[in-house]
């Protein structure tokens, strides 16, 4: 995950089954983080029935809270009651371990964490469990999404001394904040080949009173490697020459052939996540090499993952990720940082294809950011939990528990609102939507794919046919049943809306509202009927992020605010503000270089030059090159890493390398290509380096073969318009769009541009360049159009 593989043998060596509770034998790193649930498939789901996963709803609350009540994060405050004794990641519990001469006890988790909720109810709501943790340990807990410089630094600890990682990610520490022993879930009793928590807990405070300096030294040792690494330098024998970008490119197509999953879509066998960053690279990919199997990949892909369980059929939206193969049953969170990328590539679907289909997907994602995660000053909260209660009287929340449906129940609701279906009988149109999402009387999910029992007898919609099979199977038309599949999904919308609602995080992340910003500005540029809509939701997303998220005096991000819930425009920060990551400012240029191309905005191409001007100065490395993620004086921040890997979102250095290579010729200004130069060139050695990297390779293609420039010449009038909407319709990635107006020359970003092109006999006239060659010029919208549509569509679907 980062620039650590040299430490990896050191750490195998090193950690002792002493030391590592767990005892299970490393592997090589993986490239994902899997969540504990992934691994116990094979289980019996009677075992789980003790867990109130998410915790049970306890009308008595304990009478103390402890240290987080005064915390902002709604991760914290869920552990604000618990009988341990928690802190803040903060001095004062730093001091205390040293003080005291106590190991520290680090969670890490998220308030959407399926598994997070199950231990704290398992473990940290036990007075016996909270006992042994507060006699031996200082207890703290930190929200990775709030802070992940300290969950990147401990994940890729335990990462590399057990192969695979995931949360809740349970970490003991020396008092200097060295990491000793790592692991993620830990039942309360011992099972699954697990330890018991409490068993772990008295072998770890017990190793520390008798073998204290052993387990000093190995910590401190372990620290300084860590930091020695993060000194790195490029290896010259993988730099990057004229001719690497197509090499890599055919290498990282080939991997992707070889993983792709002809049958499902989606790359490797389950847990299947989005990936939505390999799938831009592939995008990419097609358009250079014109080979329509590669983009086949991608749109096999959206098309599997649009008609799995994975999307939320009713209402609009995408789960975290797929627990089978074919997408059906899911993980059900839904997080910010999938539904803004899902929304792009979506759209970029649409611009290749003009297919509806892919269309109708991103404007549902639109629909159901706006209505369940939109704060009214316009920022977007970070997600929606999988667990909820089954019902108002209930008070153990279930995964599943909103989104699944019993056989019966959508049979009711359909016979109480019959006269919605107009002239279509509701036997009729239970028997069209029961087929058409493949509903069983008994359930639909694969048992396999449960084990918590929590779905036994339900049903998540999942679409195996298409429209056509099951026109053909009823004798419709494609309208009457795109009407029936509507009215029934409306009526299923308004039902669930009276079940109790998976909890809601309301911390407003800067970097995944820039994800956001992005997705919203390239559905905006699909050109259709909604695009003002689109464009306005963009803009007060922008007006929110510079007004509540940026400290213009000092030029600098946050990275995170809080709301109270949908509707409520109370808005919160923390006492000691948490200052913005790499990712937070890259993800967010990005953001401003779609929302310039969607809009022609200078001012936020001018934002977007500020900010990376700001993240040069926070985060890059004058020695060796790239992004470090945190900044060199983040207190309690044991090293400074580089991530080295595209996964559920992008790392911050491959947005930034294609950051830094269009700011060059918006500008006109070299020093950004040489910085994206010695960008690249660190992460060369990275292999395969279109799997791990593929956003990255998609930024090596554009800065090796250059950008499309397209300079729409005239004044601010219909026309130009007309030009540019034509130009905005087609997914080109390398494609910066200049606005020169002869009428305010000064306005202008790139002057040479500005001095460069002229109006051809007074008429808009439109200049087409790839890599400084340009076409002739073009004064015709429909000859626009069409050499447009000769290089940037395709047929396929």
């Avoid at 620039?3 to 592997?27: H, Y």
């Avoid at 008798?210 to 190995?218: F, Q, V």
């Amino acid at each position: 995950m980062f620039r650590a593989r040299a430490l990896l043998p050191w750490i195998r060596s090193t950690l002792t089954k002493a030391q590592t509770p767990q005892g299970n034998p490393s592997k090589a790193v993986e490239r994902k983080l899997l969540a504990p649930t992934l691994l116990s498939r094979s289980l019996n789901k009677h075992d789980f029935r003790g867990m109130a996963t998410g915790g049970e709803v306890d009308a008595q609350a304990p009478k103390q809270g402890n240290r987080l009540l005064s915390s902002k994060s709604p991760y914290l405050l869920q552990h604000a009651y618990n009988p341990v004794d928690w802190y803040p990641w903060s001095e004062e519990a730093f001091e205390k371990a040293r003080r005291e001469n106590k190991l520290i006890f680090l969670s890490v988790g998220y308030s959407t964490c399926h598994w997070c909720h199950v231990m704290e109810h398992e473990s940290f709501e036990s007075p016996e469990t909270a006992a042994i943790m507060n006699e031996h340990f200082v207890n703290i807990k930190v929200d990775r999404e709030e802070r992940p410089d300290i969950d990147k630094v401990y994940m890729q600890f335990l990462l590399m001394s057990k192969g695979s990682g995931g949360w809740p990610m349970s970490v003991w520490l020396t008092p200097d904040l060295a990491p000793l022993v790592a692991g993620t879930y830990f039942p309360p009793k011992t099972r699954y080949g697990m330890p018991a928590f409490n068993t772990v807990l008295q072998s770890i405070a017990k190793k520390w009173q008798t073998d204290k300096d052993a387990l000093i030294e190995a910590g401190s040792t372990l620290v300084e490697a860590l930091k020695k690494n993060q000194s790195a330098e490029a290896v010259p024998e993988a730099a990057f020459e004229p001719g690497s970008a197509e090499a890599k490119l055919s290498e990282a197509i080939t991997v992707h052939k070889q993983r792709f999953d002809q049958t499902h879509g989606g790359f490797g066998s389950e847990p299947k996540f989005p990936e939505v960053p390999r799938l831009n690279f592939l995008f990419h990919g097609y358009l250079v090499t014109k080979d329509v199997d590669v983009l086949d990949m991608v749109l096999q892909t959206l098309d599997h993952i649009g008609r799995g369980g994975i999307n939320d059929h009713i209402f609009g939206g995408f789960a975290r990720y797929a627990t089978t193969r074919d997408w059906h049953n899911v993980h059900f969170e839904k997080m910010l940082y999938d539904q803004g990328q899902l929304m792009a590539a979506y759209a970029n679907a649409y611009k290749l294809t003009r297919s509806e289909t892919f269309l109708g997907y991103a404007d549902n994602i639109y629909k159901y950011l706006v209505k369940d995660l939109r704060h009214p000053l316009g920022g977007f909260y970070a997600g929606e939990d999988a667990d909820s209660l089954p019902t108002h009287k209930d008070t153990v929340k279930v995964e599943g528990a909103f989104y699944a449906w019993t056989w019966k129940e959508i049979q009711a609701a359909f016979k109480h609102q019959a006269d919605r279906f107009e002239g279509v009988s509701p036997e009729r149109a239970f028997e069209i939507y029961s087929f058409h999402y493949g509903l069983k009387p008994n359930g639909n999910v694969p048992t396999y794919s449960d084990p918590h029992g929590h779905l036994t007898g339900k049903n998540i919609l999942i679409v195996k046919g298409s429209d056509e099979e099951t026109c053909s199977n009823f004798n419709l038309e494609a309208e009457p049943l795109e009407k029936v599949l509507n009215t029934a999904n409306d009526i299923l919308h308004v039902l669930r809306d009276q079940r109790p609602r998976p909890h809601l995080d309301t911390k407003i992340i800067c970097a995944w509202n820039g994800l956001v910003l992005s997705g919203l500005s390239k559905l905006a540029n699909c050109g259709t009927a909604k695009r003002q809509q689109y464009m306005q939701t963009a803009k007060d997303l922008l007006e929110f992020l510079r007004k509540e998220m940026y400290d213009s005096e000092r030029k600098l991000l946050l990275r995170s605010c809080y709301g109270v819930a949908v509707g409520d425009p109370m808005l919160e920060k923390n006492e000691s503000e948490i200052e913005g990551f790499l990712d937070d400012y890259a993800f967010l240029i990005k953001g401003l270089l779609d929302y310039y191309k969607a809009s022609l905005d200078l001012s936020a191409l001018h934002w977007a030059k500020e900010l990376q001007e700001t993240q040069d100065k926070l985060f890059w490395d004058e020695q060796n090159g790239a992004y470090f993620f945190s900044k060199l004086d983040s207190p309690n921040v044991i090293v400074r890493l580089k991530d080295d890997h595209d996964g559920a979102e992008p790392c911050g250095n491959s947005v930034s390398a294609r950051n830094l290579t269009l700011l060059s010729h918006y500008y006109d200004e070299d020093a950004y290509l040489q910085r994206v130069g010695k960008l690249l060139n660190f992460f060369a050695d990275v292999a395969p380096f279109g799997h791990a990297l593929p956003e990255m390779l998609s930024a090596l293609l554009l800065h090796e073969n250059g950008l499309d420039l397209v300079a729409v010449v005239g004044p601010d009038s219909d026309d130009t318009k007309r030009f540019v909407e034509i130009c905005r319709k087609f997914y080109i990635p390398g494609m910066i769009i200049l606005h020169v107006d002869p009428q305010h020359p000064d306005d202008a970003s790139n002057q040479r541009v500005q001095k460069k092109f002229k109006m051809v006999n007074g008429k808009t006239t439109v200049y087409i360049c790839h890599d400084r060659v340009c076409r002739m010029p073009v004064t015709d919208p429909a000859q626009l159009e069409q050499n447009l549509m000769a290089n940037f569509f395709t047929e396929r679907v």
